[in-house]
Structures are given as C-alpha cells and as structure tokens.
C-alpha cells in the first residue's frame, strides 16, 4: 500500500504504490481514481482503505486539470462526498484534514511546514510545471506564514524514457531550465522531476527526491499513463498535519 511513508514532526508524507486494494485488472488493484473506467464505489473503498491505515476519517482529492490553480483546503470531507475542487495544488492549516494528489507518470509533490502549521499537495504534469505550479504553491504557503518549508517529491517517468518531440523538449527547456534530456535510445525527452526539483530549490524549499531513483513508466509497482495506456490507474501522494 504505502511504498514511502515518514513524518516529520506533526506532519505524515505517504506515497502508495498499486498494491493492497480492490479494483480488478487492468487498474489492479489500489487504484485512486475513477475518471479512466474504474468502478467509482470501488475506488472510494480504495480511499477509504488508505484512510484508515493512516488512522484519519478521510481524504481530500481534487480534480486535476494541468493547471496552476491553488485552492486552501478548510473542511473534511470524511465519506469523499462534496465538491472536489478542480486544482492542481492544495493547501491546507486544517488539523487532520489529508490532502491528495494522484499521478500516473506525472511528479507528486507533498510540501509542510510543520511550525507553521501548514502543508500541500501538488500535481506536477509537464505543462503544470512549466507554467509554475509549484512555485505558486510555494508562493500561496509562504502568503500564509511558511517560512521553512519541506518537499518530498515522488516517483514519476524518468528524463531517460519521456520521449517527446524535439520541439516540446525546447519549449519546455526555455522556460525551466535544465529539463531537456535524451531517453535511453537517443531521443530528446523532458526530465519534469528535475524541473520540479530544481523550482523547489530555486525557491528556498528543502527538498527530499525520495523518487529519484525510480521510474513510473518502468516500474510496475506504480500506475503509469504511458505503459498502460487510457486505462491506466492512479497511485497518489498524501499528507496530513496531526
């Protein structure tokens, strides 16, 4: 279920893998999102399961578009019932409340400040990250009194198997730096862990790469958009401030 999991002082990060759930192939089987075919209900007992092994009534998702949009986070939702926001990042100061970003090949981000008494949770696509998503989260905490901030940054594709056109790759290298790369074969490619990596120290942001040495898209332990396929599941990073 959980294949990273620590707390740093009141704050728990947890990155799950796809093992431990109940959906049935080809999204077995801890799958966290329904939007590729999943059974809803059994995604929500998918929920609910990572629920309870953190020992929290819930967890609070989003409706992840490639955006930058931020959206503060100040109610439970224990049942998953309610509006989920349509945003790439939340923040939250709420006590107990877990925030949740699911990926399939894209870069989760989990952010805290422990003393603060804040955290977030971020979805980092190749073009959310261009445009600054992370930076604007950064931003959105230190607006409302961060000031020593922690990231922990997930497993996603790798520079050397995201293939992309030579003028993506261009694109997105003018814009952050340091992205650009080659895949294992020879052609040009985006390393978007990297550019989140680098935004984060850019910003002052201690970050621990806990995925670095992982790749989605090789690894069948995670869900991944570009192995699988439309149907492909979702895998997700939590954090919650206890």
Not at 63 to 73: D, K, L, R
Not at 78 to 93: H, K, M
Not at 218 to 242: I, M, N, P
Request: aromatic share 6%; with cysteine; hydrophobic share 40%.
């Amino acid at each position: 279920m959980f294949w990273f999991r620590e707390t740093h002082g009141p704050v728990e990060v947890a990155f799950t893998d796809r093992h431990d759930g109940f959906s049935e192939a080809p999204f077995d089987s801890l799958n966290l999102g329904s939007a590729s075919g999943d059974d809803a209900a059994v995604v929500v007992r998918n929920h609910a399961a990572i629920a309870q092994a953190l020992g929290v009534d819930g967890l609070h998702s989003m409706s992840q578009v490639h955006g930058t949009e931020v959206v503060h986070a100040d109610r439970l939702r224990a049942d998953g019932s309610g509006e989920v926001p349509v945003c790439d990042a939340l923040v939250t100061d709420r006590r107990g409340l877990t925030l949740l970003v699911r990926v399939a090949d894209c870069v989760p981000v989990l952010l805290a400040d422990p003393d603060a008494g804040l955290v977030a949770a971020v979805h980092a696509g190749r073009v959310g990250m261009a445009d600054g998503v992370v930076p604007e989260t950064v931003e959105s905490l230190r607006s409302r009194g961060a000031s020593s901030i922690t990231a922990w940054v997930g497993p996603r594709a790798c520079g050397a198997c995201y293939e992309v056109p030579q003028e993506m790759a261009d694109a997105v290298e003018s814009r952050v730096p340091g992205t650009r790369g080659t895949t294992s074969w020879g052609t040009p490619s985006i390393d978007v862990g990297r550019g989140v990596v680098a935004q984060l120290e850019q910003h002052d942001v201690e970050v621990h790469d806990v995925g670095r040495e992982v790749c989605t898209i090789e690894d069948e332990r995670f869900f991944s958009y570009r192995r699988q396929g439309a149907r492909s599941g979702r895998f997700g990073g939590v954090v919650v401030l206890r």
